[in-house]
T-cell receptor
């Protein structure tokens, strides 16, 4: 059972370049989300989705785009990378939106450096 | 507890001691709380959860206490082991159509052998 898979694990970009961080889950989870983690800042929500075709902004959405064409995949796109986007990015998913459990299942993270 | 600025609160304990990690949450409407453990270079992992209709919940070597009056959450780890060394985060959710988890800034636990 793979859970939440993120690729790539490491990436170095130059300012102005674009790229996509991939996220896939095999648990048939309805909810998927992207967080960024910076030192001393905890985990901050970038974008989230409650199902295929539905996305919404989180706390820090500027500079990022998402789409949800399938239940399994939730890619995060950086349109024009900036040094302020240097961070560790985590994808997380959750199933059973109507159920009692609300924990997120996290991927292993993607470490991005923008020069 | 919660950090201010760029420095993560730290807790250093001896192996075998009990550890208590604190968290102040922000939303009085939150009714579900989770503790996560994050080891270096890995994603956060679920430890234990608690609902607002409970004051205490126990797991294996861990206990979570919830004080809704002062919006405070704590995680107690019994007989702390070197493998418990990690950053611990609390997270909150207010339920309904809000599926988002809001995370605290974390506490670094270091266990000395």
């Amino acid at each position: 059972n793979a859970g939440v898979t993120q690729t790539p694990k490491f990436q170095v970009l130059k300012t102005g370049q674009s790229m996509t961080l991939q996220c896939a889950q095999d648990m048939n989870h309805e909810y998927m989300s992207w967080y960024r983690q910076d030192p001393g800042m905890g985990l901050r929500l970038i974008h989230y989705s409650v199902g295929a075709g539905i996305t919404d902004q989180g706390e820090v959405p500027n500079g990022y785009n998402v789409s949800r064409s399938t239940t399994e995949d939730f890619p995060l796109r950086l349109l024009s990378a900036a040094p302020s986007q240097t961070s560790v990015y985590f994808c997380a998913s959750r199933g059973g939106l109507a159920g009692p459990r609300r924990e997120l299942f996290f991927g292993e993270g993607s470490r991005l450096t923008v020069l | 507890g919660e950090s201010v600025g760029l420095h993560l609160p730290t807790l250093s304990v001896q192996e075998g001691d009990n550890s208590i990690i604190n968290c102040a949450y922000s939303n009085s409407a939150s009714d579900y709380f989770i503790w996560y453990k994050q080891e270096s270079g890995k994603g956060p992992q679920f430890i234990i959860d608690i609902r607002s209709n409970m004051d205490k919940r126990q797991g294996q070597r861990v206990t979570v206490l919830l004080n809704k009056t002062v919006k405070h959450l704590s995680l107690q780890i019994a007989a702390t082991q070197p493998g418990d060394s990690a950053v611990y985060f609390c997270a909150e959710n207010s339920g309904g159509s809000n599926y988002k988890l809001t995370f605290g800034k974390g506490t670094l636990l270091t266990v000395n052998p």
